[in-house]
């Protein structure tokens, strides 16, 4: 499968300065690359650094508008890979649950999964082998989702564990592979 548009779903997490780095090696190497921030990732980056790097604007987690009423339609049409990098606990638990009051949960469900979508936890490894999260995850993958789990280490808070985010290198070489 040969791939050049992606959607790039931006989730809250510390790591999510990480999908800044992955969206400059996409873009390096010629895809063409829209993102989508959640509330809680403008905590942790900011649109202009991903419009520098897409010459695209960034796409609110929200945007439903009566001039613009079926952005997840177009998205799901539009992108040959769908990567949630970061994927906070929140976001993975609320797609298991098929909530689809934003664009990220709307897009899920407009996805016909004949293209990838994969997902990128990044928590607290409680946070992460919690039963609800654990399930959900477990669940997702059943669906056809691949989701990249990064290394075991230091995590944010300072604990050791499982939950950091796959690094940007990384993933970039399991995309090179589709």
């Known amino acids: 499968m040969s791939i050049s548009n992606i959607l790039l779903q931006v989730t809250g997490s510390i790591s999510a300065y990480k999908s800044v ?7 390096g190497k ?9 509330n809680s990732a403008k905590n942790f980056v900011g649109d202009s650094s991903y419009f520098g790097l897409t ?12 001039n613009y ?5 177009d998205l799901a049409k539009w992108t040959d890979l ?8 929140n976001t993975i638990n609320r797609l298991f649950a098929v909530l689809t009051d934003d664009l990220i949960g709307a ?7 004949h293209k990838p979508y994969w997902i990128a936890p990044a928590m607290n490894e409680q946070m992460l082998i919690h039963p609800v999260t654990a399930n959900s995850l477990n669940k997702l993958g059943e669906m056809g989702i ?3 789990y990064g290394k075991s280490g230091k995590l944010a808070c300072g604990d050791e564990g499982r939950g950091r985010l796959i690094e940007p290198e990384e993933i970039f070489k399991e995309i090179e592979l589709l």
Do not use: D, M, R
């Open 21 to 27: 780095a992955l969206t400059s090696l996409l873009v």
């Open 69 to 73: 009423p079926h952005p997840h339609i």
């Open 107 to 113: 897009t899920f469900l407009a996805n016909n999964f």
């Open 55 to 66: 010459k695209e604007n960034v796409i609110p987690n929200t945007t439903f508008t009566h």
């Open 30 to 38: 010629g895809f063409s690359v829209k993102v989508i921030l959640t």
């Open 82 to 89: 769908i990567l949630i990098y970061p994927a906070s606990a």
């Open 146 to 148: 691949k989701i990249l």
